[in-house]
């Protein structure tokens, strides 16, 4: 069974663009929201919360049991860590001015909710000056410009690498598989211990920071789904409704189960690709694979899909019986439209469904079909498109 997704850095979900195509994979979407939030969705994410696909978790049953691994590695790198990622850095990186003339709200810093930090790890960060707490919210929030003492604000790729730890802490913990929508972060999600987060900021590197963290059952899914999907989902997806990828999923429930349990399938060797530990060689290795296993039997479908769907026309016009119903040639290229006889109507209208049926069979028989399937769902032809693509294959004998 597939496990659900867990969304991280943000509460609210940055690229709705991602979310509809990570709906098309994962059964749910977590994401980590502090009790008595207030939340402020977009359309996509507001839909697919009221459809129970995107739903919450209250991250502080979770962030307490970090406390001491997290202060350990603080403490070893103290130095390093303050000196590139302090918050006073973070401001002065900005706009080069000091720390004290600016106020508590800028854009130079990554906030994260009080509820994701272990009590005495925020105060540890707040004695080092890693963190700062309290928040000036903006005029047009909710809040209107009210100081939010539960909001902390660290160093952006300090933040970042805390909320990669979080991520993985709580998917381990709750059984969700980390996803972001941070191309930055990516890298670091599926090794995503305290050794992890140090590397990502570039210290660490000592025996104590040299723990591997254990394997998520989903290592790796999230790069070589995301892959296969760019092969199949439209170019335009902002015009693609929410409802419409709700649609997918349950029009085609059977077929992407079918598909989840191709993949669950190549969970060992996808668990190895992700732990690659160079990005240009772990990605080259990712981009093999889904040409083996996607793009080539994608591919060879399609084709042999392609032949079938002209199979029955053609004898039909070898054996001398068919004659262009007027719905259909009326949308070609000023072809004359040709009576036809009930009979044959019934007769061409009998072959479409064959067809239809046959097309369907093959597509379930493979663990790639389901691609095709949302291919062709969420990039729709006009029926006059269709009509016109189908009578030229007549013409041409294609």
């Excluded at 972001?180 to 670091?188: F, S, V």
């Amino acid at each position: 069974m597939q496990r659900p997704a867990l969304y991280y850095p943000y509460i609210h979900i940055r690229d709705e663009r991602w979310l509809k195509t990570a709906a098309l994979y994962w059964p749910s979407i977590y994401r980590l929201v502090p009790n008595g939030y207030f939340r402020s969705d977009g359309r996509t994410s507001a839909a697919f919360c009221d459809a129970d696909i995107l739903r919450t978790v209250d991250p502080g049953a979770f962030t307490a049991e970090m406390d001491r691994e997290l202060a350990q590695a603080l403490r070893r790198h103290s130095e390093d860590l303050v000196r590139k990622f302090s918050v006073e850095r973070a401001l002065a990186d900005f706009n080069g001015v000091p720390f004290g003339d600016l106020g508590p709200d800028v854009p130079a810093l990554g906030w994260i909710h009080i509820a994701k930090f272990p009590e005495r790890l925020l105060a540890q960060l707040c004695d080092m000056g890693l963190a700062q707490q309290g928040r000036a919210m903006l005029p047009e929030t909710p809040h209107r410009g009210a100081v939010m003492a539960e909001w902390i604000g660290l160093h952006p790729t300090l933040a970042g690498a805390y909320m990669t730890v979080v991520a993985r802490r709580v998917g381990q913990d709750a059984g969700y598989n980390p996803l972001t929508d941070q191309a930055d972060l990516r890298r670091a999600t599926v090794n995503g211990n305290v050794a992890a987060a140090l590397r990502l900021l570039g210290v660490g590197g000592d025996t104590e920071d040299a723990k591997v963290a254990p394997r998520l059952e989903g290592d790796g899914v999230h790069t070589y789904v995301s892959l296969a999907l760019n092969y199949v989902r439209p170019g335009n997806l902002d015009d693609v409704t929410p409802e419409a990828i709700l649609r997918c999923r349950t029009d085609l429930e059977e077929e992407l189960q079918a598909f989840r349990e191709y993949v669950a399938g190549q969970q060992q060797e996808l668990s190895t690709l992700a732990g690659i530990g160079y990005d240009r060689q772990r990605l080259e290795a990712f981009a093999e694979h889904v040409t083996q296993t996607i793009e080539v039997p994608l591919k060879k479908l399609e084709r042999g899909l392609a032949l079938h769907r002209m199979e029955p026309t053609r004898s039909l016009l070898l054996a001398g019986s068919f004659t262009p119903p007027a719905a259909v040639a009326a949308f070609t290229d000023n072809v004359p439209v040709v009576a036809t006889t009930v009979g044959v109507a019934a007769t061409v209208g009998s072959a479409w469904w064959s067809v239809s049926a046959a097309r369907r069979s093959a597509r379930q028989a493979s663990p790639v079909g389901y691609l095709l399937d949302v291919r062709d769902r969420l990039t729709p032809q006009t029926v006059a498109s269709r009509a016109r693509a189908l009578y030229r294959g007549y013409r041409q004998g294609s």
